[in-house]
């Protein structure tokens, strides 16, 4: 009987303690706990163990100990539901919170947003700005990374740089991504966007793979307005057919930027300066792309729109970044005047209300 007794002792005590370590593993995970990391990100490395886990965010202070953590974990949850990644934790936190969050496993990302029509030259700035390297690497470095177009060579082997073959999207990356890693994703985003049947389109056309690409930055920057944009294409053809110069100013802000002039404002030395790109004075098309392109535009320039449009000039009437189109001078110049007195007037609007 006696060791009944002894036994029936030791339950209660075994139930005692179990119970004691029950509401002191409770209260500790249910405790938060203030750190001074919530403005920081802690990285969770691929392999880890719950314990290593637990370990590390005890020593960031995010959690007082890892024990009692451990021991709920083991007990009534799923260690194996934590995730790598980076996160970060609030301040304060309860345990049970972080337990959450590292069952999210979020990885940081940055956005990297390229609009379309952007040159490579604006791509490299803001590369730099927004991953700044350590050492850092500044936008002439990184333009130089853009000098290697052995990433296109089997599409566009003649191609000095990677002008027009990098896609304009938005880009979540990983805060530590490399520029050379950034530009061969843009230059892969592009040719998933390539199709394979628009070679044979181009030879069709009589255009070479980078001539189409040139030609489609060209439409790029002359028109956000998509159902325009092969009709546009189609004047360009007709000025290459009749040996006229394109006149198409966005090459003459190329020439700026690629010269480290470019302060925003079209000068007439700009459009006077001799260089192939400046489509002012020379016919045919500039020596390659001027900018990014996207899908649109690269099929405006393999299906242009059949015209008998040489001019084109903003429509002031809709104001909605839309053209009118003439086959003739003389009706581009009545296009152009009625242009030309909007702008003064939008000019005079904006002198008016910088002085107010």
């Known amino acids: 009987m006696r060791i009944v007794y002894v036994i029936l002792a030791l339950l209660l005590a075994a139930i005692v303690a179990a119970g004691a370590v029950s509401l002191w593993v409770f209260r500790s995970v249910n405790g938060a706990h203030a750190h001074d990391k919530s403005a920081v990100y802690v990285k969770i490395d691929k392999g880890s163990t719950p314990k290593e886990i637990l370990s590390k965010l005890t020593a960031e202070g995010i959690i007082s100990s890892e024990t009692p953590t451990l021991i709920y974990l083991k007990l009534f949850g799923d260690g194996s539901k934590l ?48 991953f700044p390297q350590n050492p850092p690497m500044d936008e002439n470095a990184i333009l130089a990374l853009m000098d290697d177009t052995s990433l296109i060579s089997d599409i566009a082997p003649t191609a000095k740089n990677l002008e027009g073959y990098m896609y304009p999207t938005t880009y979540n990356l990983p805060p530590d991504a490399k520029p050379q ?38 439409v790029e920057t002359e028109t956000a307005v998509e159902s325009e944009r092969p009709i546009v294409a189609g004047v360009i053809n007709n000025r290459l057919a009749k040996n006229i110069p394109l006149g198409i100013d966005q090459t003459n802000v190329y020439i700026a930027k690629m010269q480290g002039r470019w302060d925003g404002t079209i000068n007439k030395s700009d459009l006077e300066v001799n260089s192939p790109y400046n489509t002012r004075i020379k016919t045919g098309l500039p020596p390659g792309p001027i900018s990014s392109v996207t899908e649109s535009s690269v099929e405006a320039a393999l299906f242009p729109t059949p015209n008998n449009y040489i001019f084109y000039v903003r429509n002031v009437d809709l104001n909605d970044g839309s053209h009118w189109f003439y086959a003739s ?18 000019r005079e609007e904006k002198r008016s209300a910088g002085t107010n």
């Open 329 to 346: 001078a003389a009706e581009f110049e009545k296009g152009k005047a009625k242009y030309q007195a909007w702008l003064e007037k939008e």
């Open 83 to 130: 995730q790598a990644g980076e996160d970060q934790f609030p301040s304060p936190v309860t345990p049970l919170q972080v337990l959450k969050i590292l069952e999210k496993g979020e990885d940081r990302t940055i956005k990297l947003t390229i609009p379309e029509g952007f040159t490579r030259f604006d791509i490299a700035k803001r590369i730099s700005e927004k």
């Open 181 to 218: 890693d950034i530009i061969k994703l843009m230059v892969g985003q592009f040719r998933k966007m390539w199709k394979p049947e628009w070679n044979d389109a181009a030879k069709a056309a009589g255009r070479t793979t980078e001539e189409i690409v040139t030609i489609a930055s060209l």
